[in-house]
């Protein structure tokens, strides 16, 4: 070995050596305390040769896509790959291994630990584990805590568990270092358990929901797919999963193949829109794995709903619903009210049994109603709910409808970039343009919108402006559409709010708002604060102090 590499191995021995006296000084205790499921904190560390200077980091960055820069060669580096493996791996394994033994009794280092390494070879970048050290009397601690919980607290439980609990659990239960042989029925029913003791708090629920849809994209992404499949990267970025020729030839599990599915129906479900591609490429994968339950899926969905309230026909109307495509096929038998009334029953029981709100309607009508407002996309999701706001005796129905449909960060499936829009939008608009006793409902709505990612309501708000004008009555509810406008809205409303009463009633409602909320206002009804002070200089009457306090409101 020559005295350049001995000098560089002995460097990265002392980062590794430092980093461990760090560790040690840390205070895991009370950290472990929280729940008997985590016996240790640190699980994993990465030591960087190729950064300047050499690096230790303590979270995965995952290997991602190579860099092409890293798949270069370097004839200035001091090792080649194989000798990487033979001279540095040994040396570093056994630094690392002594001082996790000293560390063997702390909670700062969990029952197992990965050390990894990046290092740069004359060939490429090249990485590689240098050691996985299994703790056993703490993998035993623990399996006795998780053996413990799972019959107490789930199996025996009638209370609502705790969230922290949840994520520990799940990310055990799949584990093949803890459960090398994975029963996926068992821990599906465990995961179900874990629901439903806490269906009757929805925040808590949701947070219980998401470490379960999180360590299962985890564990299928990382372990179960990678077995079985050549990962690349398509055109569009995402991943696309290639079966191995040797796969076709092995029997996996039915239990991993019964996960899988399941997360996929998770993401499905659960999941915001742009998530949905994943399920389906698990879906897929599982197909390509020979289940018959995959095809199934994609044909006639998850089955997670009675079969009367995904598949409903008489003589007026046939509905059906598959969760997996998010997709409600419509037929209307007959152009009536009761044809729609019950359509719109249908999704309204759907949506509150938990299915997908970022779903779209495929829809066999002879009518084509439209609401009046341009740039909405002329979808068959939208068709439908302006086909039934032709009728008046519907319009409670749909606020209910949308009262239950409208959720932040979801979109009807049917409806892309600037015409995007939330659940419920095509009801809300009608019904906000019908009669004003629904005003209350159109500023729910608004609250909700995703202005980042949502603009079709300008489309509405500038035809709320033209039908209600500017007034005692409508003010209010025109105030919370601005705001929850862009700026790209274009308004014909300045000569009516420097009318001095509604200039009182627009000060009224700038009261408690931020002073950017106020700009924007002032922005989308006179051009900018610039251009209301120059208003303001010209009026001479009792409006200018009005505009001159709206001004102080946006500073």
Known sequence: MEAAQRAAIDEMKREIHQWFDQLEKQDAADTVKRTKLQVGVSDYALIDCTAEPIQIVDHDLGFGWPDEKDEQPDPHALFTIEQIQTLIKPQLAEATGERLELLAASPVTDYRFTFCGKFRAVESVFELTLVEYVNEAKKQELLGHIQTYVAQKLDAGKFPTKPLDTFFLVRHLLSE????????????????????????????????????????????????????????????????????????????????????????????????????????????????????????????????????????????????????????????????????????????????????????????????????????????????????????ELHSQLEQYAREAMEEFEWYGDAEDEKSCMPGSYAVFGLGLADPRYFS???????????????????????????????????????????HSTEELKLKIKPAFEEEVNLELLLEQAAGLQNYEVEHLIYLIWGGTDKLKAAARKTKDTRQPLMEQLLQAAY
């Not at 994975?182 to 929805?202: H, V």
């Not at 500023?443 to 489309?459: A, F, G, I, R, T």
């Not at 035809?463 to 009555?473: H, I, K, L, S, T």
């Open 177 to 392: 270092q803890l459960f090398p042989q994975l029963d996926g029925e068992w821990i599906i029913a465990k995961f179900e358990k874990i629901l439903e003791l806490n269906k009757s708090r929805k925040e808590a629920l949701q947070e219980h929901r998401s470490y379960i849809i999180m360590m299962l994209k985890a564990w299928v992404e990382n372990q179960l797919l990678p077995t079985y499949f050549a990962i690349e990267e398509g055109e569009d970025g995402q991943k696309q999963y290639i079966l191995k020729p040797e796969a076709a030839d092995d029997s996996v599990q039915p239990g991993l193949i019964t996960l899988l599915l399941y997360a996929a129906v998770a993401i499905l479900c659960f999941e915001p829109s742009y998530s949905k591609s994943r399920g389906l490429s698990f879906i897929d994968c599982a197909r390509q794995l020979g289940s018959d339950k995959a095809t199934q899926l994609l044909e006639e969905g998850s089955g997670a709903y009675p079969k009367e309230d995904s598949d409903y026909s008489d003589a007026f109307v046939h509905c059906k619903a598959n969760d997996v495509f998010s997709t409600i096929t419509i037929v209307i038998k007959q152009e009536e009210q009761q044809s729609y009334g019950r359509a719109v029953s249908f999704i309204l029981r759907l949506l509150q049994q938990g299915f997908p709100k970022s779903y779209k309607i495929k829809l066999k009508s002879s009518e084509k109603h439209y609401l009046p407002l341009k740039g909405l996309a002329k979808s068959d999701t939208h068709r439908f709910f302006a086909n039934a706001l032709a009728f008046d």
């Open 441 to 483: 409902l159109v500023e729910q709505y608004m609250k909700l919108v995703d202005v980042e990612h949502q603009s079709v309501q300008n489309k509405f708000t500038a035809e709320f402006a033209a039908r209600y004008g500017v007034n005692a009555d409508s003010i209010a509810t025109l105030v919370v559409c601005m705001l």
